[in-house]
């Protein structure tokens, strides 16, 4: 018994202080955003699916604080409902365990790995990965693992001369077997007319988006986010 409990003391001795790194790497990503209250920006969205034609979009996304968003296009958009609202508040919402793990170079950026476990049933998500950045202060990297649509991947880049916290680029790649489309994207428009059978093998996908034209804190108003019936 007494094994045990000293098995079980070093434990914790030795992640809580991995634990508090974590915790404040995260918190000091959504302190960071939390500066921005809301924004709008235009976005160019490639979808890469060898069975699913979609033809490149343009659209306009909302955002306010703290979780409002909207895709807005005058054709059709796809886009993956992670990809689309990339918040670090999000994380802020939910009870989770995050662990650091080490720093590591990505992309010519020293990032550090923090792992965060979801606590509770509620969440669809198992596992995810964060690579931040502790300098500027941004998610830089997210690997989630799901309960239902496989394992998806978002790579962030950023504009260094931009003084918000907010990507001009992102990168979403997924697995076409385990992902349910459509339903884990977020679309607007009339979806595409013709659809294929999903293949038997498993393929990956990707999904390109650019953003530009930033418009941040010009006091969007709510009824940009309701929905038109």
Known sequence: ?????????????????????????????????????????????KVDVD????????????????????????????????GLDFSPASLAKKDYTAIYERDVMLNGKKVSVVKVIPVGEQSNIILSTLWIDPVDKVIRKVESTTKMNGTFTIELTYDESFKYPLPEKMVFSFNIDKLNLPKAFSTDGNPPSKKKRLPDAPTKGNVFVQYSNYKVNIGIPDSVFEEKQ
Do not use: C, H, W
């Open 1 to 45: 018994m007494r094994k045990i409990f000293l098995i079980m003391l070093i434990t914790i001795i030795e992640i809580f202080p991995q634990q508090k790194i974590a915790d404040e790497l995260i918190n000091s990503v959504i302190t960071n955003f939390n500066r921005v209250k809301d924004y709008e920006v235009d976005v160019e969205i």
């Open 51 to 82: 069975f699913l034609k979609v033809p490149d979009a343009k659209a306009k996304i909302y955002f306010k604080q703290p979780d409002k968003i909207r895709l807005k296009s005058e054709g059709f958009a796809l886009l993956p409902k992670e």
